[in-house]
């Protein structure tokens, strides 16, 4: 388990202090996939270093299984941070060493024979599915196999936790799902704590089971991811959401008094929300038109699937009368669809 207790990082520029970090509370628990997401600047970078401390922290305690890593000797840090595996955005590979020799690393000077180097190394390797680069060097490799190389060297002392610091932000899109697909492989076969810092929400979406949002230097959020996309409460968390939906047109639309939005008496835009409920698998939409005899029409959808969990909106156009609409929104309320009324005429 981490703990992170009243945690504050500050730097000095110039004679002027910055606080990064500021009084910081998270327990990120065993065997969980943690996800810290924030603009750049909001301190989330500093506060995944100030768990291995590479940042030591000007103030609080991060503790490891109920260790504080900060009153530590150098000595006894240096041997738990064989615990805490780290990759990065930049890869950091040793461009003149072989992808083995670069797997190999962390393991040198530490009395294990050549022969459990090679068997640990090859093993790896294959794990994150590039056995076949075994003596390549990094220059030959695309960019989704350096950051494969790096998982495994990362992994080469069997730590227990993984810190992954903008892992996937120097990826395309394609090669970033099959990394977040390895490191969720990982977390699940080997049962290691992964803790990742993104300012992307899909890898939030992808891999997450915890959350925690930041803003300047403030975790303002934390929830699990579910309850982040069903019911997110900061702004900069809905703000976060929206950039990964195209419900979020709407509101540009409205603001932009859009020919699509225009309304004659008597319409209304419905926004319809549901999460994982039976309803997902019901004809609602058929069903409230035959039931109410109304004819909504969908003018935008979308649909995500987080932890398992179908998580889905629309947006519709419906002429209806009040008392009528009071009826129909009751009855989506029973089938616990969540109703908002974001424009009427």
């Known amino acids: 388990m981490i703990q992170l207790v009243d945690i504050s990082k500050d730097f000095i520029s110039d004679k002027v202090r910055v606080t990064a970090v500021k009084d910081v509370n998270l327990t990120i628990n065993n065997g969980e996939v943690f996800g810290v997401i924030g603009y750049s600047g909001a301190g989330k970078s500093t506060l995944v ?135 969720k492989e990982v977390n699940q076969k080997l049962g290691i704590t992964i803790v990742i810092i993104t300012h992307e929400m899909h890898v939030i979406k992808e891999i997450c089971d915890r959350v925690a949002v930041m803003e300047g230097g403030n975790v303002v959020e934390l929830n699990d991811a579910i309850s982040i996309f069903s019911n997110p409460q900061a702004q900069i968390t809905k703000d976060f959401i929206n950039s990964t939906s195209n419900l979020s047109k709407m509101d540009e639309l409205i603001e932009e008094k859009s020919s699509v939005v225009e309304l004659e008496p008597g319409q209304r835009i419905w926004r319809l929300d549901f999460l994982g409920t039976e309803a997902t698998k019901e004809p609602i939409i058929a069903e409230i038109s035959s039931k109410y005899n109304i004819n909504p029409s969908i003018i935008f959808a979308n649909v995500d699937v987080i932890s398992d969990t179908v998580l889905g909106s629309l947006i519709v156009l419906v002429t209806i009368s009040e008392q009528a609409e009071e009826q129909v929104i009751e009855y989506l309320k029973e089938k616990q669809i969540k109703v908002e009324v974001i424009k009427y005429a």
């Open 49 to 183: 270093r100030c768990i291995n401390l590479l940042e030591r922290p000007t103030k609080g305690k991060v503790l490891i299984d109920g260790i504080d890593l900060v009153q530590l000797k150098e000595k006894e840090l240096r041997k738990y941070r064989q615990k805490i595996g780290m990759i990065f955005q930049q890869f950091n590979l040793l461009g003149s060493r072989t992808v083995f020799d670069n797997v190999a690393f962390p393991l040198k000077y530490r009395g294990i024979s050549k022969e459990e180097i090679k068997e640990r190394v090859l093993s790896l390797l294959e794990l994150v599915g590039i056995s076949d680069k075994v003596d390549a060097y990094p220059s030959q490799l695309s960019g989704g196999q350096k950051q494969r190389v790096a998982i495994a060297r990362a992994l080469a002392t069997e730590p227990s936790i993984l810190l992954c610091d903008e892992a996937t932000s120097a990826l395309d899109p394609q090669t970033t799902k099959s990394i977040l697909k390895l490191l």
